[in-house]
């Protein structure tokens, strides 16, 4: 929860902490700010009904970042002396060009999140590790009850509990603490020879009780369990451009990276994003709105604070159709003169931040989703997604179905063999002809990639029709 | 330098304490690996330092196994307390979780004896000033090559250079250290005519500082590649030959790599699972995991848990002969492990390569370009369309049609679909161009036929 520093759990003075932020925001340095970090992790899994690994991280550190014009100097620490800030400070500041010269910088006020979206206290870290272990057996069990084709049962439980302080020099000082869990679950089924693997999970900044609501833990099972054997008697998926029907929830990947990764701020000042220049413009069909919110409560991708201590909010990406706006941090705000939104994040304290997306959706529109259905004669109804890739330069973008079938004179037909669908991310969304009233959020399964570091996001979408797009199975 | 060496014999000692103190907790076997290193990464953009980041860096992660039941630690924090404490905690956790009768360490006898010199160290070390300039000038090379190239990603040039201590309970005691040197460059060209921009990237990595390529060499590649796909366009959907240049048929090494790995196999996750001594590929085919290439990017003298690296022939003359295995999913499999445990410090052991490659043919690419009247030439894959059990693929692509054993014009958006056993068993030509740029590599490959789909 939003906390009031926790200097001391770094065994750090807030004297130490002025000090070195004084000592890298010299004069030629616009911004300076230094990212204290403590995280544990947690693991449990369990495969051939054994929960057998068990697995615990613990690192801290600190980041320290200057930035003077397009410039960022950044090093970071795993020892938290104050030798080693100073020496940390001496690097960031080195972009600079200017060795010396330290400015006062103005004395942070102790600030605490104005929200407490995931208000689960230590619960997670506290949980026993026998909670853990029988939460996974439960889904053993419950999933080889679904169905004796079931053969092989792996799950995972995974905690995270993150402490974080954010020092400024534009004088923020700020806390916050991070809980974050997932649990996955991935069956193996067989019959007469042939396997096929269905996976299913979900999470977020939520405590252990989760797992429990309403037994979320063994739809999970039973949903893995369904996706394995469901693709058993999968046929080839089609090749070729065709009308495609995305389900609500997790394929709201599309918007992930048809156009959220191509409205981070950083590739539009560099004017590399496929979505340069056109703001203001018609980048979708009217009936299309998508927006960034940081602020949905115990959800994967939503934050109190961003890791530059912005307060998250929510951000309209495309409003009816129209481009209305980026997400940003300070350097890319600052660089290109539009609004902040709390979108600066980091892996971690070994990171430097960057312009990323927290939970990205569609808003409902009118249909009915059985009537989006029955408008397509021939195409395909895709339901659940594996992963999705972007070439933020040229547009084109790839989402890869791992549940999908057939329409066939209206109806949901046959299930298909998973295949990538591809597209260009200023075209496709124009191609969007009917939106559903169904908005889904995803279960938070979500991490996003990008130049090399994994943040946790949400995506959502409700039933939609594409008119068309390429759908690359191996059937003519 | 005595402060290095002081640090050193620190951390063997460290080592051999805590794995003593486990012990004393408890632990029947346990194991223990500290890593530490020093990076250093400056990307400069349009001519002037974007970003610069240095740091130190360490990590130990420790394995106990009570009995048959384990659990596995890491942490950065190396002072006293921190250390004994999670000694403590990992024996707990360990008795938490249920028995595996296959779990435990090596056999004693099994242990890396002879550690081979691999030469994966270079102790040269670059100010910060030289390291900018070598990201300016592999960016400048990409920029000025060529007039359509108008933007800029940016230039990099990475280094660091750490070192591995792993010891266990049977009184192995081992240490290597290895450096790497790496620049890229990444430039955006655009449509003179449409203004519809492309990106592409070149790199070079080696462990030696000297045997990386000139800078311009990278950026004037990194520009040829970006330019030549200007002007891209789909193609119908249709069922072709595809070549995969060296580059993406590195993936499909990736992709083979994955499904030999003992934990996908005795999963039943792999679609190679009760494969082995069967024909994968035609009898051209030869593929090698050679952990102790000297100076090779995946060399080390010893693995994750403490085993001899070799070499194994995973696929010879077409037939799968070899899975590659850590004592784990050996065990699972009833088979000795191949010396590929890759342990990143806070995981349990997995298996990974070390340099997995396959053997070049004697075609050049061009050569095989020739032999295509009507075809695709894949330079770029993107996404994760592929179903490991099965062996199903389909992924994004981006390269070339091929007309008449010519490169005629530039594609994008398009798919290609198919089944990786099938892919394996169409290899038709390899061609002669292998380098390593990564633990994987693979010559140019033509498979017969796919599907491609586009409008």
Redesign the interface.
């Known amino acids: 929860m939003g906390e009031l520093i926790q200097l001391a759990s770094f065994g750090l003075t807030e004297g130490d902490v002025f000090s070195a932020l004084g000592r890298v925001k010299v004069r030629d340095v616009d911004y300076a700010d230094l990212y204290f970090e403590s995280c544990v992790s947690e693991s449990v899994s369990m495969e051939e009904s054994l929960v057998k690994r068990a697995t615990k991280n613990v690192s801290q550190g600190v980041g320290v970042r200057a930035t003077a014009g397009e410039k960022t100097g950044f090093a970071y620490s795993d020892e938290l002396t104050k030798k080693d800030l100073e020496l940390a400070a001496d690097t960031a500041r080195y972009i600079a060009n200017s060795p010396s010269g330290a400015q006062a910088v103005s004395v942070p006020v102790r600030q605490r999140p104005t929200r407490d979206l995931y208000p689960v206290e230590r619960a997670q870290a506290e949980v026993a590790t026998a909670d853990r272990v029988s939460l996974l057996n439960a889904i053993d069990a419950e999933a080889r009850r679904y169905d004796p084709r079931i053969k092989n049962v792996m799950a995972s439980f995974n905690t995270e509990y993150k402490v974080v302080v954010v020092a400024t020099s534009d004088g923020t000082l700020i806390g916050d603490v991070q809980p974050l869990s997932r649990l996955q679950v991935t069956c193996i089924a067989e019959e007469n020879g042939q396997r096929q693997a269905g996976s299913f999970g979900g999470g977020g900044r939520v405590g252990f009780e989760f797992y429990h609501e309403g037994d979320r833990h063994l739809r999970f099972a039973r949903e893995a369990a369904r996706e394995a054997i469901l693709n058993l008697s999968a046929v080839d998926a089609p090749a070729g451009v065709m009308p495609v029907v995305l389900g609500g929830g997790w394929p709201g990947i599309l918007l992930h990276e048809a156009i959220g990764h191509g409205l981070e701020a950083d590739f539009n000042r560099k004017k590399t994003s496929a979505f340069s220049n056109l703001l203001g413009k018609r980048v979708a069909s009217d009936i299309c709105t998508i927006v960034d919110d940081g602020t949905l409560p115990g959800r994967r991708g939503s934050l109190n604070m961003d890791d530059e201590g912005t307060p998250t909010g929510r951000t309209v990406l495309i409003e009816d159709g129209i481009l209305r706006g980026y997400i940003t941090d300070k350097l890319n705000a600052r660089l290109m003169g539009i609004p902040l939104t709390g979108n600066g994040r980091r892996e971690s304290y070994q990171s430097v931040v960057l312009p990323r997306m927290t939970n990205t959706f569609m808003l409902a529109g009118t249909s009915d989703p059985e009537e989006i259905i029955r408008s397509v004669d021939r195409g395909l109804y895709a339901v659940s997604f594996g992963g999705g890739q972007v070439d933020i330069t040229n547009g084109k973008f790839v989402f890869s179905a791992s549940e999908a079938y057939l329409i066939e004179g209206g109806k949901v037909t046959r299930p298909v063999k998973g295949a990538t669908l591809i597209g260009s991310g200023p075209e496709i969304l124009t191609k969007v002809s009917m939106v559903g009233h169904d908005l889904k959020l995803d279960e938070g399964i979500g991490t996003c990639g990008k130049d090399g570091q994994s943040v946790p996001v949400g995506v959502g979408l409700p039933t939609i029709r594409i008119d068309e797009i390429t759908v690359g199975g191996t059937q003519r | 330098m005595n402060q290095a060496i002081q640090q050193r014999d620190g951390y063997s000692q460290l080592a051999m304490d805590l794995l003593a103190k486990a012990k004393r907790d408890g632990a029947t076997e346990a194991d223990i690996i500290i890593a530490d290193g020093e990076t250093f990464s400056v990307q400069v953009?349009l001519g002037?330092?974007?970003?610069?980041?240095?740091?130190?860096?360490?990590?130990l992660g420790l394995r106990v196994f009570v009995g048959k039941?384990?659990?596995?630690?890491?942490?950065?924090?190396f002072s006293a307390d921190?250390l004994n404490q999670?000694v403590a905690?990992?024996c707990i956790?360990?008795k938490?979780?249920?028995?595996?009768p296959v779990?435990g360490l090596p056999a004693a006898d099994q242990m890396a004896g002879e550690r081979p010199d691999l030469d994966l160290y270079d102790s040269t070390r670059l100010n910060?000033e030289q390291q900018i300039d070598l990201a300016k000038r592999v960016e400048a090379a990409a920029m000025s090559s060529d007039e359509r190239v108008t933007?800029s990603?940016g230039g990099d040039f990475d280094s660091s250079s750490g070192r591995v201590v792993l010891g266990n309970s049977h009184g192995f005691l081992g240490e290597y250290q290895s450096s790497s040197f790496s620049m890229a460059a990444s430039p955006?060209a655009t449509d003179p005519e449409t203004g519809?921009?492309?990106?592409d990237s070149w790199y070079a990595v080696q462990r030696k500082f000297a045997k990386l390529d000139s800078p311009e060499a990278v950026g004037l590649e990194a520009a040829r590649r970006t330019v030549r796909?200007l002007g891209?366009r789909?193609v119908a959907?249709q069922?072709a030959p595809v070549i995969f240049d060296a580059e993406m048929a590195g993936s499909l090494m990736g992709n083979l790599c994955s499904a030999v790995s003992g934990y996908s196999l005795y999963?039943?996750?792999s679609f190679l699972?009760g494969q082995l001594d069967k024909p994968l590929a035609p009898e051209y085919v030869t593929v090698y995991d050679d952990g102790r290439v000297v100076g090779g990017l995946g060399s080390r003298p010893f693995d994750g848990e403490g085993l001899p690296t070799r070499r194994t022939t995973v696929v010879e003359r077409g037939v799968l002969k070899s899975y590659l295995l850590d004592t784990y999913s050996g065990r699972k499999l009833g088979m000795a492990s191949t010396g590929n445990a890759s342990r990143s410090v806070?995981?349990?052991p997995s298996v990974g390569p070390t340099n997995f490659y396959l053997a070049p043919g004697t075609k050049t690419a061009q050569e095989i370009i020739k032999t295509v009247k009507q075809g695709l030439y894949v330079t770029?894959l993107?996404?994760?369309?592929i179903?490991m059990?099965?062996g199903?693929y389909?992924?994004?692509a981006?390269g070339f049609w091929i007309e008449g054993g010519e490169l005629a014009y530039p594609v994008?958006?398009?798919?290609?679909?198919?089944n990786l056993k099938e892919m394996f068993a169409g290899i038709e030509m390899i061609g002669n161009d292998l380098v390593f740029r990564g633990r994987i590599a693979s010559p140019t490959i033509k498979i017969g036929e796919m599907?491609?789909?586009?409008?």
């Open positions: 953009r002037a330092v974007d970003r610069l980041t240095k740091a130190r860096e360490k990590h039941r384990s659990a596995s630690t890491s942490t950065s924090d921190s999670l905690e990992t956790l360990a938490a979780v249920v028995g595996d779990s910060t933007n990603e955006v519809a921009m492309q990106r796909k891209a789909k959907t069922r999963k039943g996750a699972a806070g995981e349990n770029d993107i996404g994760f369309g179903n059990v099965t199903d389909s992924r994004g981006a994008e958006e398009i798919t290609i679909a198919g599907t491609i789909a586009g409008s």
